[in-house]
């Protein structure tokens, strides 16, 4: 505009520096657009040299004000200024999609668009942070701002202090922000509102801290990392950073090491990256001791690393300490937590409910739930749950150690012991025929009011009460194990793929002997008869604990267990392929079973029967047994648990299903077997038996022509026994699925 007065003039550069008094080259920066906001009185002197008058000088002026007002929001260098990224950032792919969909996000007007980076220490929450707010920085034309909160620190930043960094930082002058916290939250909210920034707060300790940092609606956008769940902020979206997978934790160190990763073997660098846990600030540690000593070898340095002992005090290289990043976050808690913290090194196995913490840390379980959320120190696994990571685990032991006596320690370690085995016990006799729900339930334990509750227990602590057993077992105290594995007898059954039965019965069976008590030694025996039978199939193991069974039982009067060796000896003999030995040890079991009254027992027995004369083709005599079984089964007056019948009478369908099928009685097959799986999953039953039905049904169902339920069925047949580990059977089924 000033050109095309200044040329409307007839007049030069040099004519109106003259007659203004502002120099050439001021005119001529102003007229390349090299300075476009001018003092007032500048463009007064232009106006009155250009003898401009009413709306062409009003425009000037105005236009000159509008420069200056933009002059005014020029960031000032070096303010918040974005950390440069690592060069050997690994991973996270997930993850900085999560970020660059936070940049397009949409919101409610008046909501503001932010993203919550939560993790424990160690994790590169601000490494990651820092690399994805570089990675969107094209789409911020107007800024990506950086500030430490001092999170962990003793004097962590002040809201009030923050907004004066930022609002700085955007170019608010030192004269023009406000003096109260509202003031500068609000002016900070208005300049988020019209511009494309991304300001990171890294490192925040509280709610209270980042709330008046947050955009309420507009362009802007925010981004917090902190240790801390900060449960209390509204309408942000939340990524939980965990540790990286073992293949990028290797390539992650791999990186750090540079050439020299040429002259380690891979098994160690995998080695090591897997003793390190995928934490990365570990992984940089131990990378970075690697890069500065060229003359170690990375076998060597996994094996000092391979004893929890010293494993934190090998993570030290230079100022970085894995130690002092968890103690940072330690210290920041209150008494009661930090002690609920290092008590939880008690547990044995890697997570915990707020049920179990609370019995750990001698807290009400509505304190300890307010705590769980407090320890930054933990991370979120499934639903309810909060897991140790390995190294957090020795640093929370090594606490455990410094700050409480022997005595406490001791005390510590035999109540979580003896609530978890007290707790598994009353799980497992929810499905032992007799027991179910406690008459009167123990106010100490958790309350588990069905079947359901009680699986799920079991299936989520079992690294925790097997680890009980274990540490039990190792102090002497024979009894609350053996009652323990004795309660898992019927529950086993509905889990039978699981790795652990053969150590739980082992345990009993060794309480058993300890104990001197030769009943419970011969059922323990034949439980692991039972373990190397389903799923596993070696035969000469069942064999072998099924003979060791019956002399102990014999010798100990247990006519019950004495049965049972038989029964276990016939499920042996059948797999063995010698089936008229297999059928006389069942009739023997089923005798001794009938006799006994025990009806839950004699109906297997007469399963076994079956099985055997179906293995030999005698599909009639089989049909026959399995019927007589399921008239057991649904007798009028009820002679065997409620418990017991719903898990046979499906299995029970199966086997007849089965020997319809070989019979050619294909319709009355499908029924049975439909029935069956209906019947499993009523009662979300799964496992090889399952698959077996499933499988038997796909096959029927292809012979009838009914294809589009063939598939279904040996898809999902397949799916079920990938699931219990049987990958032969799964690949059978799974061309079938998709057959034409």
Same mark, same amino acid.
């Given at each position: 505009m000033l050109r095309g007065h200044r040329h409307a003039a007839r007049l030069t550069l040099e004519r109106l520096a003259e007659a203004s008094g502002v120099s050439a080259r001021t005119l001529s920066d102003m007229e390349r657009g090299r300075s476009r906001g001018p003092q007032q009185r500048t463009v007064t002197a232009l106006a009155d040299a250009l003898a401009l008058e009413g709306a062409a000088r009003a425009e000037l002026l105005d236009l000159a004000r509008d420069g200056r007002l933009r002059g005014h929001w020029t960031r000032p260098s070096g303010l918040c200024e974005l950390p440069g990224a690592v060069p050997d950032f690994t991973g996270r792919a997930a993850e900085l999609v999560w970020m660059s969909e936070l940049v397009y996000a949409e919101s409610a007007p008046g909501v503001g668009v932010v993203g919550l980076v939560t993790g424990a220490a160690g994790l590169g929450k601000t490494t990651f942070a820092v690399r994805a707010a570089h990675a969107v920085r094209p789409s911020f034309p107007e800024g990506v701002y950086f500030l430490d909160l001092l999170g962990m620190s003793q004097r962590p930043v002040t809201a009030d202090e923050a907004l =004066? *960094?930022?609002? =700085? /930082?955007? +170019?608010? +002058?030192?004269?023009d922000i406000p003096a109260a916290t509202e003031g500068r939250a609000s002016l900070y909210r208005s300049v988020l509102r019209d511009r494309r920034v991304l300001v990171v707060l890294d490192n925040a300790a509280s709610e209270e801290q980042v709330r008046p940092l947050l955009p309420a609606g507009g362009a802007g956008r925010a981004m917090i990392t902190t240790r801390r769940l900060l449960a209390g902020l509204e309408g942000v979206r939340r990524l939980v950073l965990g540790p990286l997978p073992l293949p990028e934790a290797t390539h992650l160190l $791999? +990186?750090?090491?540079?050439? =020299?990763a040429a002259t380690d073997e891979e098994s160690d660098l995998t080695r090591l990256a897997e003793l390190c846990g995928g934490l990365p600030l570990a992984l940089r540690i131990i990378g970075n001791r690697l890069a500065s000593r060229p003359g170690w070898a990375a076998g060597e340095l996994a094996a000092r690393l391979a004893d929890e002992e010293r494993r934190l005090d090998q993570l030290t290289a230079g100022d970085l300490k894995i130690a002092n990043a968890f103690g940072m976050s330690y210290e920041q808690l209150a008494a009661p937590a930090r002690a609920l913290f290092r008590r939880l090194a008690a547990v044995p196995g890697p997570d915990v409910d707020a049920d179990l913490a609370a019995v750990a840390g001698r807290m009400p379980v509505k304190e300890t739930w307010d705590a769980l959320d407090d320890l930054g120190l933990l991370q979120d696994s499934t639903a309810g749950r909060y897991r140790f990571h390995d190294l957090v685990r020795l640093f929370a032991r090594e606490r455990l150690r410094e700050e409480e006596s022997p005595a406490r320690r001791a005390e510590l370690a035999d109540r979580v012991t003896a609530w978890l085995l007290r707790t598994a016990t009353l799980a497992g006799r929810w499905f032992e025929p007799g027991y179910g729900r406690p008459d009167r339930p123990d106010p100490e334990l958790p309350s588990l009011a069905s079947e359901e509750e009680a699986e799920r227990w079991l299936r989520a602590n079992v690294d925790n009460w097997l680890g009980a057993m274990r540490a039990a077992a190792a102090r002497g105290r024979y009894a609350p194990v %053996?009652?323990?594995?004795?309660?898992? *007898?019927? !529950?086993?059954?509905?889990?039978? *793929?699981?790795?652990h039965w053969r150590e739980v019965f082992t345990l009993g069976a060794e309480a058993a002997a300890a104990l001197g008590d030769l009943a419970q030694q011969a059922a323990q025996l034949n439980y692991l008869a039972w373990v190397h039978w389903v799923p596993s199939r070696d035969p000469r193991a069942v064999l072998r604990y099924a003979r060791e069974a019956l002399e102990l039982a014999e010798r100990g009067g247990a006519t019950a267990q004495i049965a049972w060796s038989h029964q276990y000896a016939a499920g042996a003999a059948r797999l063995l392929g010698r089936p008229g030995e297999a059928i006389a040890s069942a009739s023997r079991a089923a005798e001794t079973f009938r006799a006994l009254g025990d009806m839950d027992s004699y109906v297997q027995s007469l399963a076994s029967i079956g099985n055997s004369l179906r293995e030999e083709g005698r599909y009639t005599e089989a049909l026959r047994q399995f019927r007589t079984a399921l008239a057991v089964i649904d007798d009028e007056e009820p002679r065997m648990a409620p418990t017991v019948v719903a898990h046979c009478r499906p299995l029970g369908l199966i086997r007849i299903g089965q020997c319809l099928g070989h019979l050619g009685r294909r319709p009355e097959a499908i029924a049975a077997l439909t029935a069956a799986i209906a019947s499993l999953? /009523?009662?979300? %039953? $799964?496992? !090889?038996? %399952? /698959?077996?039905?499933?499988? $038997?049904? +796909?096959? %029927?169902?292809?012979?009838?022509?009914?294809t589009d339920g063939s598939r279904r069925a040996y898809a999902r047949a397949a799916e079920v026994f990938a699931e219990v580990g049987d990958t032969e059977a799964a690949d059978r089924c799974r061309p079938l699925s998709a057959q034409p």
């Open positions: =004066r *960094h930022v609002l =700085r /930082a955007l +170019g608010v +002058g030192d004269q $791999t +990186g750090i090491i540079g050439e =020299r %053996l009652d323990c594995a004795e309660s898992m *007898h019927w !529950f086993s059954d509905r889990w039978a *793929h699981g790795p999953d /009523a009662q979300r %039953l $799964t496992g !090889f038996r %399952l /698959a077996e039905g499933l499988e $038997t049904l +796909g096959a %029927l169902l292809a012979d009838e022509g009914r």
